[in-house]
């Protein structure tokens, strides 16, 4: 009888431990769910000048592309891990040119600024890049992968792929003053954390079972 009663206190003190556990995981779970919410970059063309395609300068030999993309981290508590950023150039559904700038790291509510000059596959695809109204358009993309950096952990890897279209002037410069907004593709991740749901769906099988 003594050691039933030895074996039925040891098994109520473990499955109180066992709740105490459980509450405690859940609490941390749905603070974290809470607080684990973060944006996608935003990405934006801000500089574009192909010196070719400038009237006054009246070189067409000079084909390469002068670009700047602009890359804000919006969220507050989250800083971004960049893998290498790929900028591809078309028209007209013909390649142009690629660069790639190096994978970097962000901050929390940072923006950063790269610039970058592309030389063209073909000069002709440049120069057949002007309208009838000595205007010219071409298309950036822009895709890589991220992580997020959540206290003391990263999240798994994001993609990214957005695009813009530039109109260039006579001047051989971006027609629009203002940034360009790049934005997303259909094959864009969707940049939300479903970790902390996970897991706490794995626990609760694990105390069901115990």
């Not at 989250?78 to 142009?96: C, F, K, M, R």
């Not at 109204?133 to 003391?152: E, H, P």
């Not at 864009?188 to 099988?205: A, E, H, I, K």
Request: charged share 20%; glycine share 6%.
């Amino acid at each position: 009888m003594a050691q039933d009663g030895d074996h039925r206190g040891r098994k109520c003190c473990c499955c109180s431990l066992s709740l105490i556990l459980a509450v405690g995981f859940i609490t941390l779970l749905t603070w974290l769910s809470v607080r684990v919410r973060y944006s996608d970059p935003k990405c934006s063309i801000e500089y574009f000048y192909v010196p070719a395609l400038n009237k006054t300068l009246n070189s067409r030999t000079n084909t390469t592309l002068n670009f700047m993309v602009r890359l804000a981290n919006q969220n507050k508590e989250q800083g971004i891990y960049y893998d290498d950023v790929h900028l591809s150039l078309s028209n007209a559904n013909s390649s142009v040119a690629n660069y790639t700038v190096p994978r970097f790291y962000q901050g929390q509510k940072k923006k950063a600024k790269k610039w970058g000059q592309a030389l063209p596959f073909n000069n002709q695809t440049v120069l057949r890049a002007v309208l009838p109204n000595g205007s010219a358009v071409f298309r950036m993309g822009l895709k890589t992968q991220v992580r997020f950096k959540i206290a003391f952990w990263k999240t798994k890897r994001y993609g990214i792929d957005v695009g813009a279209d530039v109109e260039v002037n006579g001047d051989g410069v971006k027609a629009n003053k203002k940034g360009i907004k790049m934005k997303k593709s259909d094959s864009s991740s969707l940049l939300r954390s479903y970790f902390p749901v996970c897991v706490l769906m794995n626990l609760l099988v694990f105390f069901a079972i115990c």
